[in-house]
């Protein structure tokens, strides 16, 4: 199937690593030019390396902060200057599960704050800079990478209401650019198989006194298509949302968990 992506011009906020980064790996093979953002120098200039050699497309490097206004301002504008333009944004830039603890008694405001600025005000904010680029250029897409727990939440106290939030944005995002030619999705990922989640699981298999192996094994038992879901099988998902053949989907949020949540959504 041919997704008509040649030539589209992509960014990629926390495209280092996991999520972020199949889908730039993933769009770079279906013929665009991609900008990647992240705040570790060094795994992003390694990441872009291996996309580029790996696909012979124009990849960028761009430290970025999505927690800092100015990061992110230079982040879009050195990105549409490199590329020509900016055709689609990926929102990825937030770290697995946020960083509040799931003991509802020690949880702070300012850990839930940081943990909604850093995902739900930071895609905004660079959804607020990306914009105007799309809708020069008449069509857009941009993904939301959210998460179960805005479903199905957990203890933790922010995981769910900012992933909640994440869905809410992108719905009013839909509502507000549509009229433009610009499409917005959420995804909402479960379990998957990332740099960041297998060395959460390590830790939780060795509390648990297992192996990762073992833990991992489990895991696959426990999905209802014995399968464990990995970043390239999210960022495939993500890769057709940006295509124009997905014109007839926007202002939703769609889970890419393996069936690994009770909820049933009609």
Known sequence: MDLQLQGKKAIITGG?????KAIAWQLAQEGCDVAIGAR???????????I???TGRKIVPLTLNTMQPDSIKAFVKQAAEALGGIDILANCAARVGGTVPDNFDVTTDEQVLADFEEKAVGYLRVSREAAPYMKQAGWGRIINLSGGAGRSPGNGISTGMRNIATAALTKSLANNL???GINVVA???GSTVTEA?????RATA????KTLDDFMEGMRQASVIRYNVTAEDVAAV??????????GITGEAIAVNGGGSADMHY
């Open 206 to 209: 060795e509390r648990q006194g």
């Open 52 to 54: 580029a050699e790996a």
């Open 16 to 20: 280092s690593a996991g999520i972020g």
């Open 197 to 201: 989640t297998t060395e959460r699981n």
């Open 238 to 247: 993500a890769v057709f949302l940006c295509s124009p053949l997905a014109i």
């Open 178 to 180: 549509g009229q433009f």
């Open 187 to 189: 995804i909402y990922p």
């Open 40 to 50: 570790r120098e060094g795994p992003l200039q390694t990441a872009a390396t291996e």
